[in-house]
């Protein structure tokens, strides 16, 4: 396939003939170079758990060495990568939780949300009367921490959720212990010898997912947000256009903010400013990328220079002084690319070390110093730009961010009849949904996958739902689509249904919102999860939906799957690995449902993905008839 068929962003278009033009190989090559790939990876029936393996189920060889069929092979592959997945966002709020057992009034990291911080103290049960904030947030950052691995109890963010929610998770065992051991059990369990059964593994990936969306996610958004501010209503630009020809371009891509605060505020410091001016440069620009990208762009309206797809991309346009990474969604071949320019590609995580890269470690006990070493080196690489090699596409988007919760909160007070209700409620959501001005929300988030056209499939289905009054958010890359794509405008409410045109008018939204990165999906749970307390119902009887339309990581594996157990219906553009057995495939795509009120549905093409969604959150408005 062409490759720029595998794309439809226009300036990855100008950039794919750039870096042939440059001799730079891109993952759209390496796609291509993988004409067809493994038959048994795909189906998830390739087991390499111990050393007699691999193993490869066939009808001639129907089971591994140990007696494994592929039905546990596949539960195990699966269980695996809920963990994997499970780790990744909770090791991130681990991070998140430490960084916030060293805030200080004089310190690199203050608090700078007091009243959620207070929010949270007292559903911790932590002292609040007449204690310093700072003693607060230390205790709550303790408590926090022992999420992880406390040896006693369930974890305490699920009292949040809907009563008749937190009984099914009961009923059915998947109530998350601690963060760390349901990782370990895991994995203990996927060991040669240990648990030969799919039902038993499916049901373990659940609790563990859990762990992940209602705990790990839960502490990254909450302390993020008393961190560093929660994010509000803010205007930007998005897509590689955002570069500038005149300025030092950094780029900050990965996950975490405790760096990318910290890369923020040493880009505004005056010597470093200044030493730019030096170079010859205009000034700094940061522009982000991936889930730093949404993280700043929420709160300080950073702009957005791309997703996933586009890390290479934006290190071809040549006028990229940095790219500085953490953790998470970085390609290795970052190195090779930046290698053929003057980028200076900087690993600052000791859990993420990239061969070929500047290492320059970040640690929270310096953050400001690590930030500001950090931008510097970006700043004085301005002179080795070579003017000839670069070509900063033209095309960027405006965008309006920063809808955390608590900001569409904040909108629907536009709307609160203040007579009757009280402000901060969520009851004009509620009223839109019960009375079909809305029929539906649905959260489109997730990565971008090479399988398909990067970004076609996020578009396709997001327009299509808010045609048809569907509300949609969105985190993750899903949300630098959105944005790319100019669906976070005011203008793209006229590619809105009449009823959704409407609520966007009088609540003054674009028709989809922008709610973070992709732990913020917690965000989502806590507006799904509030909405159904206020009309006394299940998260499984709202018009609401999930879905992953270019998903990748395992991380997305544990974001679907605790979205499903949160009773949340999930569809997928991509197939997980798990077609290898047509057991997990009737427990994901069908037994779910009576389990836990929703299931995964997976269609690659998004027209007809889209199509489906709408039935089926039509379908679930009559739980609405029956309130009547
Ligand atoms: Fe083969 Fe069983 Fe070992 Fe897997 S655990 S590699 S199926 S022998
Ligand atoms: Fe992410």
Same mark, same amino acid.
């Given at each position: 396939?062409d ?9 990855s ?12 190989e ?10 067809s ?5 795909l189906?998830g ?12 189920i066939?009808p ?8 494994a ?10 269980a695996r990568?809920?963990?994997g997945?499970?780790?990744?966002h ?7 939780a430490h ?11 203050k ?9 949270? $103290? ?12 700072? *003693? ?20 305490r ?14 009923d059915?065992?998947?109530?998350p &212990? ?20 799919? *039902? ?7 609790? =563990?997912a859990?762990a ?9 958004t &909450?302390f ?6 929660t994010? =509000?209503?803010?205007?930007?630009e ?7 020809d005149?300025k ?5 891509h990965?996950?975490?903010?405790s760096?990318s ?13 200044a030493? $730019? ?15 730093t990208?949404?993280?700043?762009t ?10 996933f ?18 953790v ?8 090779k690319v ?11 995580s000791?859990?993420?070390k ?30 080795n &730009?070579?003017k000839?090699?670069?070509?900063i ?7 309006t ?15 609160v ?7 901060? =409620? ?8 019960k009375?079909?001005?809305?029929r539906?929300?649905?959260?489109v988030v ?17 327009k ?12 993750g890359?899903?949300a ?13 409410r006229?590619?809105?249904?009449k ?17 973070g990165?992709?732990v ?7 507006v799904?999860?509030?909405? $159904? ?6 998260m499984?009887d709202l ?14 594996v $544990? ?14 553009g ?5 077609t290898?057995?047509? &057991? ?6 069908g ?8 299931k995964f ?12 969604i ?15």
């Amino acid at each position: 396939m062409d490759k720029k068929m595998m794309t439809i962003d226009l300036n990855s278009h100008v950039l794919l003939d750039k870096a042939e033009k440059d001799g730079v190989e891109t993952m759209y090559d390496r796609k291509q170079g993988f004409k067809s790939q493994c038959g048994f990876g795909l189906q998830g029936n390739c087991c390499r758990i111990c050393g007699m393996g691999p193993c490869r189920i066939t009808p001639k060889t129907p089971r591994g060495i140990c007696g494994a069929d592929e039905h546990v092979i596949v539960g195990r592959n699966f269980a695996r990568m809920v963990a994997g997945g499970t780790a990744a966002h909770s090791d991130h709020a681990r991070d998140i939780a430490h960084t916030m057992a060293l805030s200080s009034r004089d310190g690199n990291y203050k608090i700078r949300d007091e009243e959620k911080l207070i929010i949270l $103290a007292k559903e911790w049960d932590v002292e609040t009367e007449g204690r310093d904030i700072y *003693d607060i947030a230390h205790e709550v950052a303790d408590v926090a921490l022992m999420e992880f691995g406390k040896p006693h109890g369930v974890a305490r963010f699920l009292k949040n959720a809907p009563e008749p929610r937190q009984k099914i998770w009961k009923d059915l065992g998947i109530e998350p &212990r601690a963060i760390d051991r349901e990782i370990a059990t895991i994995m203990h369990s996927t060991h040669i010898g240990c648990t030969g059964d799919i *039902d038993s593994l499916i049901h373990m990936s659940l609790r =563990t997912a859990l762990a992940d969306g209602w705990v790990g996610s839960m502490i990254g958004t &909450r302390f993020s947000d008393i961190l560093f501010g929660t994010p =509000t209503v803010r205007e930007t630009e998005a897509n590689l256009g955002v570069l500038e020809d005149n300025k030092v371009n950094i780029i900050l891509h990965g996950h975490e903010p405790s760096l990318s605060e910290m890369i923020v505020l040493a880009s505004e410091d005056p010597e470093l400013v200044a030493l $730019a001016k030096e170079m010859g440069a205009d000034g700094i620009n940061l522009a982000g990328m991936c889930c730093t990208g949404n993280e700043v762009t929420m709160r300080h309206g950073v702009k957005t220079a791309g997703d996933f797809h586009q890390q290479e991309l934006a290190i071809v346009t040549g006028a990229v002084e940095a790219m500085i990474v953490d953790v998470q969604c970085i390609f290795p071949a970052l190195a090779k690319v930046a290698d053929c320019y003057h980028t200076k590609f900087i690993t600052t995580s000791p859990k993420a070390k990239i061969a070929g890269s500047t290492y320059m470690e970040f640690s929270e006990e310096t953050a400001y110093a690590d930030g500001y070493k950090i931008v510097k080196e970006a700043v004085l690489n301005f002179k080795n &730009r070579d003017k000839e090699k670069v070509l900063i596409p033209e095309l960027k988007s405006k965008a309006t961010v920063g809808y955390s919760a608590d900001a569409i909160l904040g909108q629907l007070d536009r709307v609160v009849n203040s007579h009757i209700d009280p402000a901060g =409620t969520l009851k004009p959501l509620a009223d839109c949904l019960k009375s079909g001005v809305l029929r539906g929300a649905v959260g489109v988030v997730g990565c971008n996958n090479a399988k398909g056209v990067s970004n076609l499939a996020h578009v396709t289905i997001m327009k299509e739902l808010i045609k048809n009054d569907i509300l949609v958010v969105t985190t993750g890359c899903g949300a630098s689509a959105a944005a790319k794509f100019g669906l976070m405008t005011k203008e793209a409410r006229k590619l809105a249904g009449k009823g959704l045109a409407t609520v966007c008018d009088l609540v003054d939204i674009p028709p989809v919102l922008h709610l973070g990165s992709c732990v913020d999906c917690s965000r989502i749970l806590d507006v799904v999860g509030g909405t $159904a307390k206020l009309l006394d119902m299940d998260m499984s009887d709202l018009p609401v939906a999930g879905v992953a339309p270019e998903w990748m990581s395992e991380k997305a594996v $544990a974001i679907g799957s605790y979205v499903v157990a949160s009773g949340i219906d999930t569809y997928l553009g991509v197939m997980p690995p798990v077609t290898g057995s047509s &057991r997990a495939v009737e427990i994901l795509c069908g037994e779910l449902q009576d389990m836990v009120g929703a299931k995964f549905t997976v269609n690659e093409n998004p027209q007809e993905l889209a199509q489906i969604i709408i039935q089926d959150i039509e379908k679930k408005r009559v739980h609405f008839e029956n309130l009547v």
